[in-house]
């Protein structure tokens, strides 16, 4: 299941059923699971951990050092969960502190020459799509959409279920559930394809709906806002998680 002209380390640690293509190569103590493909000419550097029945695309480099000068060469890591398409030439560094890592979770589609950088955390469910770039670390949250060519700043959050479309700077947090598109970003409305995709409830969705008419279109203090929020809106576990998203944001909101 090597190819020939693979390059394995003996330190490597390879699971059942793992194909490993042309050129490609695996550095010192990587750990890779179960039925993996690693296509040719990827680079898979030490210090990453790959859960089981992902794809990893042509020339795709994992682990690498992280493109950040205060980084001193500390043993760090990139664990990558399971069930993940990886496409062509995604490039995924390691965190630049010694002893922590960039993290993928599972069930995500991560698409052609995206740019994943150290210390990002991606949840599951997370489509990424061709050329996003995404700076330090950056949090996504579950079911997110990030689209193609958009680039986001460092320390931004992505929340649940939010759409970011394509070609735009991102250097304020993503609220659940919202879509965030043009120049300079601004939110035009509910997720509403994505919501009913995941299989939102039409009650859900009409009380989400009411949370961003609050939060977005009655011009209120953000505080103010989360208060009525609490006040009139039914605290289903969406609207809660709404509102502690907006109030541990730190880079502050798109509204």
């Not at 759409?163 to 997720?191: H, Q, Y």
């Given at each position: 299941m090597i190819h020939n002209t693979a390059i394995v380390s003996q330190e490597a640690k390879l699971g059942k059923n793992v194909k490993v293509g042309p050129f490609a190569i695996i550095d010192g103590d990587v750990v890779i699971g179960d039925n993996v493909e690693i296509g040719p000419k990827v680079h898979i550097l030490d210090g990453t951990i790959i859960g089981n029945n992902n794809y990893i695309g042509e020339g795709t480099l994992i682990g690498n050092a992280p493109q950040d000068l205060k980084y001193k060469g500390g043993r760090s890591f990139v664990k990558i969960g399971n069930n993940n398409v990886i496409r062509e030439y995604v490039t995924i560094h390691k965190s630049n502190t010694e002893g922590k890592s960039t993290i993928v979770g599972d069930n995500n589609f991560i698409m052609t020459m995206a740019h994943i950088a150290h210390d990002c955390v991606i949840g599951n469910n997370v489509i990424i799509v061709n050329y996003a770039g995404l700076s330090g670390h950056i949090h996504i949250d579950d079911y997110a959409f990030v689209s193609g060519l958009t680039a986001i700043h460092?320390?931004?959050?992505?929340?649940?279920?939010?759409?970011?479309?394509?070609?735009?700077?991102?250097?304020?947090?993503?609220?659940?559930?919202?879509?965030?598109?043009?120049?300079?970003?601004?939110?035009?409305?509910?997720?509403?394809?994505?919501?009913?995709?995941?299989?939102?409830?039409?009650?859900?969705?009409?009380?989400?709906?009411?949370?961003?008419?609050?939060?977005?279109?009655?011009?209120?203090?953000?505080?103010?806002?989360l208060t009525k929020i609490e006040k009139e809106v039914e605290q289903i576990d969406e609207v809660k998680y709404f509102i502690e998203f907006a109030k541990n944001s730190k880079r502050g909101l798109i509204r």
């Open positions: 460092q320390n931004v959050r992505i929340g649940a279920h939010a759409m970011v479309g394509g070609g735009v700077r991102i250097t304020k947090d993503v609220m659940p559930f919202v879509m965030v598109s043009e120049e300079p970003a601004r939110v035009f409305g509910l997720n509403m394809v994505g919501l009913k995709r995941r299989g939102f409830s039409a009650g859900k969705i009409a009380i989400l709906e009411k949370v961003y008419k609050i939060f977005f279109r009655e011009k209120l203090l953000l505080k103010d806002a």
